[in-house]
């Protein structure tokens, strides 16, 4: 699809379309990552998926060769867990060794990393669900920031303050480039996005079900049947609020929750990380919290990336069109679409 917007992420990422595939823990592998890239977007491949260094640096080298070249990105994702994150110093310097020089960081904000990422001139993206956090990211020095509604699948914060209100109102405080996302996943909704302010939209829930996610058919199927309404948010008492496909280990940990349980571990048989892995390996759609998003309701068909990047150009297209056809004179004369 030819180029149809011109924005400051396109230009720093050296992208055609303000499309941005968020990492994806588990999904994110080089397949998916190139496609997206391949199809004049920019994905992020999650290093956490791949925590053996050289399975994770043979990844990037896969990547780099089904790109023919092109950039790509990293996700790291720094949990507040002590120590999690201290694996992802390796992971830094392969992917610096491998040439990859744009980040998406979420989760905790990056000190830890800036310096090394900073003086490898990688361009640093930092993910968060607060415009008040994305000033704080803006402030430590980061290139762009990436801001997530309510309606994210995985980590909406605390606040729940919605992408709609987000994305206004972060053109009020932000000087440096941003992605919104949260509940994308209809062109219309990129189009506003641009309007408002954002230079690109980031989506999760809507490419799960992109026939490069390797995951099994039966869950692919499942997001594609799920309406914006089959989604829950668990994991509020934790502080740590997370929305979840409403499968059973979903309900089962606002069960827990509903209950006052506070022992970490009654949760973990349901919210430990491998248990996703399983789901999508196995296609048992009950088993593990998986992340999504209320924008499942516009994943209504598995197909390839550059399929859904191209509907999605295409209404995005319609509704700019749309906008230009309500402008006074135009619509005086009767052009209204
Ligand atoms: C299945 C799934 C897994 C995700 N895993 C990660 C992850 O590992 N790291 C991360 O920063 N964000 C992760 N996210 C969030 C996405 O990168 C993106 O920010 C989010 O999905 C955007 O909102 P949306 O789901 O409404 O499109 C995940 C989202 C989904 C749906």
């Known amino acids: 699809m030819a180029q149809l917007f011109k924005t400051r992420i396109t230009d720093l990422f050296g992208i055609e379309h303000p499309l941005i595939c968020g990492g994806l823990m588990w999904l994110s592998d080089a397949n998916y990552v190139a496609a997206s890239v391949n199809a004049g977007g920019m994905g992020f491949m999650t290093a956490k998926t791949f925590p053996d260094p050289e399975a994770f640096r043979a990844e990037l080298q896969k990547c780099r060769e089904l790109t023919g070249g092109k950039r790509f990105g990293v996700n790291l994702y720094l949990s507040m867990q002590p120590g999690s994150n201290d694996m992802l110093h390796t992971h830094v310097d392969i992917m610096l060794d491998e040439g990859v020089d744009i980040v998406e960081t979420a989760g905790m904000p990056p000190q830890e990393f800036l310096g090394d990422l900073k003086s490898a001139g990688v361009i640093i993206n930092h993910k968060v ?3 008040k956090h994305a000033a704080k990211a803006e402030s430590l020095g980061v290139d762009a920031v990436t801001i997530v509604g309510a309606e994210c699948g995985g980590h909406p914060g605390l606040d729940l303050v919605g992408t709609m209100v987000q994305t206004a109102a972060a053109a009020q405080s932000l000087t440096i480039p941003y ?5 994308i996943g209809h062109g219309s909704q990129v189009a506003a996005a641009l309007a408002m302010g954002a230079d690109a939209v980031v989506m999760g829930s809507r490419m799960t079900v992109s026939e490069e996610i390797w995951a099994h058919r039966a869950y692919k199927d499942k997001v594609v049947e799920a309406s914006e309404r089959d989604t829950r948010l668990i994991m509020s008492s934790f502080r740590n609020t997370y929305r979840a496909y409403d499968n059973e280990d979903a309900r089962s940990v606002s069960k827990l929750e509903s209950e006052g349980v506070t022992d970490y571990e009654e949760y973990k048989p349901f919210v430990a990380g491998i248990h996703q892995k399983e789901a999508y390996t196995s296609g048992d ?5 998986l992340s999504l998003g209320q924008s499942a ?3 209504t068909e598995v197909k390839p990336v550059a399929d859904i990047f191209a509907d999605i ?3 995005a297209r319609l509704a700019a069109e749309r906008l230009d056809n309500m402008r006074f004179p135009a619509a005086a ?4 679409a």
């Open 129 to 131: 669900a607060s415009i």
């Open 297 to 299: 309701v516009f994943a």
């Open 333 to 336: 004369a009767g052009q209204v």
């Open 285 to 289: 759609w009950n088993k593990g919290v």
């Open 179 to 183: 992605i919104v996302g949260g509940g």
């Open 313 to 315: 150009l295409e209404e």
